[in-house]
């Protein structure tokens, strides 16, 4: 199984500046016959489900905000938010979904410093 | 929109059985691959089950092998999880999840649509 391990566990992080999460997987996840990294995030916030903001490792969802970027390849990813806002408090964690199981990193809680 | 909506949680006693639903609107269900993940109380996301658009292609987490069993009834656009020999560590947010668009190449995909959630407390 592929473990992911996401740094670091808490970040407090002034609004209007760069909060960056690291992710790192046990091995690969990069899909060598289609160059794809089979990596995405996810936003949670307190009593809601998750939320899908990136997915193979860069791709912005629709309707999520441009402030939210994801970047890395093979087996290191950072989700990077580039202005902090008050509405991006919550929990964010990174996913592979390579091979089953599928495995969250152990999340990631931002808050406002 | 789409919406995905669970049902079924509650507090049973450890050794019981429990099914969920998961009734989807809003979109085709058929052509889509689905997932069930929980979070324990105060804890991260694990991974549970996961089924093929045809429900055939079934996979689970080690943890619920042998015990829990995924389905779906794709006339009826609903997913199920039918979760027999609940033990205390099953205690958690039951969340129904859809696959991106596509066939995966590889894996799965990631879980582009999630429901709310429906709790499960086992307990004596």
């Known amino acids: 199984d592929i473990v992911m391990t996401q740094s670091p566990d808490s970040l407090g992080v002034s609004l209007g500046e760069r909060a960056t999460i690291n992710c790192k997987s046990s091995q690969s996840v990069l899909y060598s016959s289609n160059n794809k990294n089979y990596l995405a995030w996810y936003q949670q916030k307190p009593g809601q489900p998750p939320k899908l903001l990136i997915y193979w490792a860069s791709t912005r969802e629709s309707g999520v905000p441009d402030r939210f970027s994801g970047s890395g390849s093979g087996t290191d990813f950072t989700l990077t938010i580039t202005s902090l806002q008050p509405e991006d408090v919550a929990v964010y964690y990174c996913?592979?979904?390579?091979?089953?199981?599928?495995?969250f990193g152990q999340g990631t809680k931002v808050e406002i410093k | 929109q789409v919406q995905l909506v669970e049902s079924g949680g509650g507090v049973v006693q450890p050794g019981r059985s429990l099914r969920l639903s998961c009734t989807v609107s809003?979109?085709?269900?058929?052509?889509?691959?689905m997932h069930w993940v929980r979070q324990a109380p105060g804890k991260g996301l694990e991974w549970v089950a996961v089924i093929g658009y045809d429900g055939i292609n079934k996979d689970y987490a080690d943890s619920v092998k042998g015990r829990f069993t995924i389905s779906r009834d794709n006339s009826k656009n609903t997913l199920y999880l039918q979760m027999n020999s609940l033990r205390d560590e099953d205690t958690a947010v039951y969340y129904c999840?859809?696959?991106?668009?596509?066939?995966?190449?590889?894996?799965?995909?990631?879980?582009?649509?999630w429901g709310q959630g429906t709790l499960v407390t086992v307990s004596s």
């Open positions: 996913q592979h979904y390579y091979l089953t199981p599928p495995a």
């Open positions: 999840a859809r696959d991106g668009p596509g066939r995966p190449a590889a894996g799965t995909l990631y879980f582009q649509h």
């Open positions: 809003g979109f085709a269900f058929s052509p889509y691959g």
